[in-house]
């Protein structure tokens, strides 16, 4: 029992000493951020804002690796398989505690199969049109909607995603029909929805603040519980239609479970030094959100709580998804 015992001491210093050794030399090479939607959508949008800066901390580049499909699981799911040593992490969106609360057999658990770095940022989602929907408001725009139901349609960036739950949260609370059209990724949704294929989408600002500003789509509503400063003139759901009206989600980054806790503070630290950056708050100010890291402790608090939140909206608004 004593040999046993010393064994398992030695055993644990080896494996403490490895975590501290790889800590203290890494990063050695470049470093692999996937983000599991395309390209020109939110998601894309804040990873390599945050990507660009972080790398300068580390002291090594930073490559964006696309990998959408699947409402997200395809590039949550190579991270998942990927070696826990630190060189490869994910933009986890708030859809990546959403996704397992909608499927009968989980294709990950967020808790197990990842640990979490911290948070990038909270933020609210905007409904935008486009500009040929005659409502300018939340009021106007569920007006709209019960005078013809099952006659709009809302875009979103694949089933399950948050921005579809979004629009059914909207939907739920305003009485309204409103179809839902999922696309793979919010980049293709934009597009459709500057083509007037599509007529409405939830979003954050970044993606389409351009097109806010030219006119070729325009901001109806914010869905969290105050403005967003890039968009000051434009009323939330709860002071324009629906008192009590909320809906936020998140960003963060997470790594394979596994990976040493050496290597996960030093990625930690040098977050914090990112989304405290000047440059990094300017780029991010259009999405209106609320630039936030913690601890890697806290993140994982609450990614739990999330879990427990999205499971019993999902159950809400009746949403399911399986593989």
Known sequence: MRILRAFAV?????VIGAGTAAGQSYPS???????AFPPGGTSDFVG???AAKLSEFLGQSIVIDNKPGASGLIGTGDVARSAPDGYTMLLAPSDFTLIPTLQSKPAYDAQKDFAPVGMVLEYSHVLVANPNVPASNAKELIALAKSKPGQLNFASGGNGATNHVSGEWFKRNGGVDIVHVPYKGNGPAITDLLADRVQLLFTSTGPVEAH???GKLKAIAVTGSTRIPSLPDVQTVAENAIPGYEFKLWYGIVVPA??????IDRLNADLRKTMASPEVKEKLASIGGNLTVGSPDEFGAILREETVRWAKLASD???????
């Open 10 to 14: 030695v055993f644990a210093a080896l």
């Open 29 to 35: 090479k470049p470093i692999r951020m996937v983000i």
């Open 48 to 50: 390599r804002v945050v």
């Open 212 to 214: 806010l500003k030219s």
């Open 258 to 263: 596994g990976t040493p806790r050496p290597i």
């Open 317 to 323: 608004v009746g949403i399911k998804m399986d593989q």
